[in-house]
């Protein structure tokens, strides 16, 4: 009987060789998520700045064109009088009235 507990039968030896090995493709598996789940989650957070980049990007255009806008609205409301059609200083009669009127 000692000798059967010193050397087991190679039938017991079957369901641990197949643990060890299951075991061994299991962390093969694993090892592959980790590095795929690294490579995923480089590319999420690249993905998160040119994201983040592309609203700073739209929100400076966005700025410009209400800027430009804004300007060409007052210019169309208010337009500054060109230099040929002001009067002369002067040339106003008493009254207000300009020479065309007189």
């Known amino acids: ?6 050397n ?3 039938s017991s030896d079957e369901p641990i060789t197949a643990l060890v090995e299951g075991t061994r493709r299991l962390i093969e598996v694993m090892d592959r998520f980790v590095v795929m789940f690294n490579c995923y989650n480089a ?5 998160e700045h040119e994201l983040q980049a592309a609203v700073w990007l739209q929100a400076a255009v ?12 007052r210019a169309a409301i208010n337009p500054a009088p060109s230099r040929s059609t002001r009067c002369p200083a002067g040339a106003h009669d008493s009254g207000g009235r300009s ?3 007189l």
């Open 43 to 47: 590319h999420m957070e690249k993905s």
């Open 8 to 10: 087991p039968s190679p």
């Open 1 to 6: 009987m000692a000798s059967a507990v010193g």
């Open 99 to 101: 020479p065309k009127n």
């Open 62 to 73: 966005r700025g410009f064109l209400v800027r430009h806008t804004t300007r060409k609205m």
